[in-house]
């Protein structure tokens, strides 16, 4: 299998304040699928903010939904590896707990580099931003083949 993407979609919703992710990751022969709760400002807010390093990538630009505390957690971070401006994404999920009262093995955990672009990163903050105005949208970014 070849496929290597992250896909970002709202499963839950309480709004004003509240919206449950869903990312999902396909690395090859591995994927992992994670929720977390975050403010509907995560698909706006910071998408836009997203959409402007994408366009100037220096240094990294990190995007985080939940927390590492048991009840799922994402974290996007966006960096450049050069002076050409190429670009990754390094994905953490880490899964919540399903017994109330997380253990440390109870809480799986991923990680993997995505070889990205910056055109690759605004469509995927642009679509996020799509996804805050209609919930049954997703937002994909796609991975470069080395």
Known sequence: MD???LELRVVYEDLPSLIEVETRVRAG???ACSKAYCSPTFLTDDAARLIAWSRDPRGHFQLECGADTGIGWLVLDFYTINGAGH???AVTLATGDTSGDPRPAETWRFAVELTTEPGLIERFAEECVALSRDYSRKATLIHLRH
């Open 3 to 5: 496929d290597w993407s």
């Open 87 to 89: 670009t990754r994404c």
């Open 29 to 31: 022969d591995w994927s």
